[in-house]
Nanobody, 123 residues
């Protein structure tokens, strides 16, 4: 299983932007599906964006049009560009990965998780 490390979280004003990074090590193959989840205390973890190793993407309705997920296979890094941030985007963001390409990216069941990075959006 890959080891995943997130970075890029922080405090930003509403309407601002942040870019999260998820760097993977220890991948055993060239095919994978990586997703970004977020969690607020007391609520279920929410899948917000997914990218396959070939570059196909999926977004939840809550972030579609504002967030962009991408991957750089040479750097083993997946990015989440977050624009137009809203107060309700405040959460701990986790990247997670499965070592295969899924037909339906929204059905991601990860085998590896990062430690999470806090994103706080202020008014």
């Amino acid at each position: 299983q890959a080891q995943l490390v997130e970075s890029g979280g922080g405090l930003v004003q509403a309407g601002g932007s942040l870019r999260l990074s998820c760097t993977a090590s220890g991948r055993t193959g060239a095919f994978y599906t990586t997703g970004w989840y977020r969690q607020v205390p007391g609520k279920e973890r929410e899948l917000v964006a997914v990218v396959s190793s070939g570059g196909r993407t999926w977004y939840s309705d809550s972030v579609k049009g504002r967030f962009t997920i991408s991957n750089d296979n040479d750097k083993n890094t997946v990015y989440l560009q977050m624009n137009g941030l809203k107060l309700e985007d405040t959460a701990v963001y986790y990247c997670a990965e499965a070592p295969q390409v899924l037909h339906d990216l929204s059905m991601l069941v990860p085998g590896s998780w990062g430690q999470g990075t806090q994103v706080t959006v202020s008014s």
